[in-house]
């Protein structure tokens, strides 16, 4: 059996048990990350030399009994915007192209102290600002499914590289949908975690009111075990929040959905969905309702208050991160890039501050509404089929807000009110090309999402399919 095919956490296992070595998981990761980087481009740098020697030494402490911890010895690689000390950190920008990080991102830290190794960086969109994945500068990803469609972004290469079985997992980020949408084009598990629950220390930011971190796998075993290791308030990121850890593998391990309410939305989230995209959801509420769960119809609260508060946020944070350079270096950035960040310099800070104000009560408005009633909803992520990379090269053009805003329609709200959400593959539509659904819950509610999501997949197969051109 090819060993990239196992799951993280089978992988993991067979390491602890000496079933394989780290060095045999890393080496055929580097191969298989080599083999298929023109096919997908889904990294920017492989770093065989430091990976293989860290393996080695994982092998050594296997030898002699010893565990780093839970990841010890299995490959891993991430976006590119997780800063490691002394290393370049492109954040898929030419602005950034050699510049080096002064201190690693504390997520990456803690993937260190569990043992993991990471063979590389993969490719994202320009400074995580956009949504289908697309990179003039350092090129497109291409979605392992079909290479002429998108692979969502931002976290585009961190998807395409756990669903082409190049790593066993990822990081991504998601502020406006950056791990849910490539996890949902990809056929992969993301979680977007609620806001506060990990850090975000030396990590790039796009917006700070907004982002978060979480990762992307092949299965929901697998995504609880990450964030098991990456969760936790942290000195160096303030925004963390010192709320207890759950058992989020305990969680994922029992796949029981007996008992959950599952709350189907009536309003926003059922507006205007492809056809093929509601039949493969109502296949899923379906599934639910056969493992047990109640399915309540939920009528969703008015939310274009809590869109226009994410909006006003996102702009105010963007020109603190990028007013400097695009009055210095305006013409490295990439025309969508530039376009959307043109468009954030109208923004008004007193806007800002009433809309970041205004955020406890939109969320206590729409808990009161929604999760007094089922413990999460169950959506859709992307309305329609997966586009092609033709249908959607925007590159500034008038059309540009239009487009993006229909891509991240479903998935906004969710940053803004905080909420965690997990992106899960559902089915394929008639093209041939993944559909995915996001169960979103109440905050830090992340273990019973897991609860749900292994449930589902115990009960069906779409997140064990594998790409056929990467197969």
């Not at 191969?31 to 994982?58: G, S």
């Not at 990841?71 to 002394?86: E, I, N, Q, S, W």
């Not at 569990?114 to 003039?136: D, H, K, S, V």
């Not at 007094?372 to 540009?400: H, K, Q, T, W, Y």
Request: charged residues 20%; proline residues 5%; neutral net charge.
């Amino acid at each position: 059996m090819d060993p990239l095919e196992l799951t993280l956490t089978e992988a993991a296992r067979a390491v602890r048990e000496k079933r394989i070595s780290s060095f045999e998981l890393t080496s055929a990761a580097l191969a298989r990350a080599q083999a298929l980087k023109k096919a997908f481009n889904a990294t920017v740098r492989l770093d065989a030399e430091a990976a293989l020697a860290l393996a080695r030494a994982c092998d050594s402490e296997t030898a002699a009994g010893r565990s780093r911890g839970p990841l010890h010895g299995v490959p891993l690689a991430h976006k590119d915007m997780f800063y490691r000390a002394g290393q370049v950190s492109t954040c898929g920008s030419r602005i950034r192209a050699d510049w080096k990080a002064g201190a690693t991102a504390t997520v990456l830290e803690r993937l260190d102290a569990a043992g993991a190794i990471q063979i590389g960086t993969l490719n994202m969109t320009e400074f995580a600002y956009g949504p289908t994945g697309q990179n003039a500068f350092l090129g497109d990803a291409r979605n392992p499914w079909n290479p002429a469609h998108i692979t969502g972004g931002s976290s585009s290469g961190s998807a395409v590289a756990v669903a082409s079985r190049q790593v066993f997992g990822a990081l991504g980020s998601d502020t406006a949908g950056s791990v849910r949408m490539p996890a949902a084009l990809c056929g992969v598990t993301g979680m977007k975690t609620t806001f506060g629950r990990v850090s975000r220390a030396n990590c790039m930011p796009l917006s700070q009111s907004l982002d978060t971190v979480g990762p992307l796998t092949r299965t929901v075993e697998d995504n609880a075990l990450l964030l098991s290791v990456i969760a936790g308030a942290d000195p160096h990121d303030r925004s963390t929040l010192d709320v207890p850890l759950d058992d989020y593998v305990g969680a994922a391990s029992r796949r029981d959905a007996r008992g959950l309410v599952v709350g189907v939305p009536r309003g926003y989230f059922d507006l205007n969905v492809d056809a093929s995209v509601a039949g493969l959801i109502a296949d899923a509420i379906a599934t639910f309702r056969n493992l047990g769960a109640q399915i309540v119809e939920v009528d969703m609260p008015d939310l274009d208050a809590v869109n226009a508060a994410g909006f006003l946020l996102t702009w105010a944070d963007v020109i603190a991160v990028h007013g400097r350079w695009m009055g210095e270096r305006a013409a490295d950035y990439t025309a969508q890039t530039r376009g959307r960040i043109e468009i954030t310099l109208a923004a008004n800070a007193r806007d800002a501050v009433d809309a970041q104000r205004a955020r406890g009560r939109l969320l206590r408005d729409f808990s009161a509404r929604v999760f007094s009633r089922c413990d999460f909803i169950l959506a859709p992520v992307l309305a329609f089929p997966v586009p092609r990379l033709d249908e959607v090269d925007v590159s500034g053009g008038v059309n540009m807000m239009r487009i993006l805003d229909e891509i991240t329609r479903l998935m906004r709200p969710v940053n803004v009110l905080g909420l965690p959400a997990l992106a899960l593959p559902c089915g394929f539509t008639p093209g041939g090309l993944p559909c995915g659904m996001q169960l979103i819950g109440r905050p830090f509610s992340e273990a019973r999402l897991y609860a749900a999501g292994a449930a589902y997949q115990s009960a069906t197969d779409w997140h064990a399919r594998v790409p056929p051109t990467a197969a």
